[in-house]
């Protein structure tokens, strides 16, 4: 609980600063220029064919049922977009992760390894393609679910329980790959992964609660529909921003949990610096002290 509670303050501390905001435009830009490009050429097609879809199969009037047993009747007139909608958002989350690990996590995991952790020797048990191939399988599996819990989404209640699950468990299978990469060798990596897999859940679901709060942007019904693209950009930067922290967190606990691992530490032991948590600042001074 110690080193949780001391990675989280560390991660929160290093995120507020203005240096590791501006980390996030890199990701932001590339992602919200992909999309800008990609719904430009097809969103309206793909409205078009569920609209036509709709029609042929007559779930109007099955949707406008359900709704209404909700109270949300209102919502038929804009349920095709809200769809479309909500089928790209697994790929926009997609955008954001990969452009954070390329640009972002990487210039994280040198300042917090090169500042708090320059006694940790590099084993390089990951690399690029295994990252890549983790991200897409996860994703993979994430997409699947999401698209086969959609009609959670209508129900907020269950919208915010089943998707911060879903997101825990990407964040904290890509995530913590991605922070032992370079300084685990895989047999460290299985072994850090499984004596912390409770803790490390416990972050990916904590980032997974925070991950469902863009999904707040698109319960505003014919609004939502109406400012797409100004809630994309919004809901881009978010997912970016969180992706950030998250990487954060997960550098500072994975990072400690390696050094405990070789050292014979036992996993509870304090943190330096636990009483302040002045040196997580560190991770964005790179001038000479």
Same mark, same amino acid.
């Given at each position: 609980?110690?080193?949780?509670?001391?990675?989280?303050?560390?991660?929160?501390?290093?995120?507020?600063?203005?240096?590791?905001?501006?980390?996030?435009?890199?990701?932001?830009?590339?992602?919200?220029?992909?999309?800008?490009?990609?719904?430009?050429?097809?969103?309206?097609?793909?409205?078009?064919?569920?609209?036509?879809?709709?029609?042929?199969?007559?779930?109007?009037?099955?949707?406008?049922?359900?709704?209404?047993?909700?109270?949300?009747?209102?919502?038929?007139?804009?349920?095709?977009?809200?769809? @479309? $909608?909500? &089928?790209?958002?697994? /790929?926009?989350? !997609?955008?954001?992760?990969?452009? +954070?690990?390329? =640009?972002?996590?990487? %210039?994280?995991?040198?300042?917090?390894?090169?500042?708090?952790?320059?006694?940790?020797?590099?084993?390089?048990?990951?690399?690029?393609?295994?990252?890549?191939?983790?991200?897409?399988?996860?994703?993979?599996?994430?997409?699947?679910?999401?698209?086969?819990?959609?009609?959670?989404?209508?129900?907020?209640?269950?919208?915010?329980?089943?998707?911060?699950?879903?997101?825990?468990?990407?964040?904290?299978?890509?995530?913590?790959?991605?922070?032992?990469?370079?300084?685990?060798?895989?047999?460290?990596?299985?072994?850090?992964?499984?004596?912390?897999?409770?803790?490390?859940?416990?972050?990916?679901?904590?980032?997974? @609660? $925070?991950? &469902?709060?863009?999904? /707040?942007?698109? !319960?505003?019904?014919?609004?939502? +529909?109406?400012? =797409?693209?100004?809630? %994309?950009?919004?809901?881009?930067?978010?997912?970016?921003?969180?992706?950030?922290?998250?990487?954060?967190?997960?550098?500072?606990?994975?990072?400690?949990?390696?050094?405990?691992?070789?050292?014979?530490?036992?996993?509870?032991?304090?943190?330096?610096?636990?009483?302040?948590?002045?040196?997580?600042?560190?991770?964005?001074?790179?001038?000479?002290?």
């Amino acid at each position: 609980m110690r080193l949780f509670l001391a990675s989280f303050g560390r991660a929160l501390l290093s995120q507020l600063h203005v240096r590791m905001l501006l980390l996030t435009l890199l990701p932001f830009v590339f992602s919200v220029g992909i999309w800008a490009i990609c719904l430009w050429l097809g969103l309206q097609p793909m409205i078009d064919w569920l609209q036509d879809y709709f029609i042929v199969h007559s779930v109007f009037g099955i949707a406008g049922t359900v709704l209404g047993w909700f109270g949300m009747g209102a919502l038929k007139t804009v349920i095709v977009p809200m769809l @479309a $909608m909500w &089928a790209l958002l697994p /790929l926009m989350i !997609l955008t954001a992760l990969v452009f +954070v690990g390329l =640009f972002t996590i990487p %210039a994280v995991a040198r300042h917090i390894g090169a500042r708090h952790y320059p006694m940790l020797a590099k084993r390089h048990g990951g690399s690029v393609w295994g990252s890549l191939w983790t991200s897409l399988w996860c994703f993979g599996v994430f997409t699947v679910l999401w698209l086969a819990t959609l009609p959670v989404s209508l129900i907020p209640p269950l919208s915010f329980i089943v998707h911060p699950l879903l997101w825990g468990w990407l964040t904290y299978r890509v995530m913590a790959y991605d922070t032992l990469a370079d300084y685990a060798s895989p047999e460290e990596r299985r072994i850090v992964l499984r004596l912390h897999r409770w803790p490390l859940l416990a972050i990916g679901t904590i980032a997974g @609660a $925070m991950g &469902a709060a863009p999904t /707040l942007l698109w !319960l505003g019904g014919a609004l939502s +529909v109406i400012f =797409f693209p100004v809630l %994309a950009a919004g809901a881009i930067w978010l997912y970016v921003l969180v992706f950030v922290f998250t990487g954060l967190w997960f550098q500072y606990y994975c990072l400690e949990a390696l050094l405990r691992h070789r050292s014979g530490q036992p996993p509870d032991a304090p943190m330096p610096g636990d009483a302040s948590l002045k040196p997580a600042t560190d991770v964005i001074d790179a001038g000479p002290r």
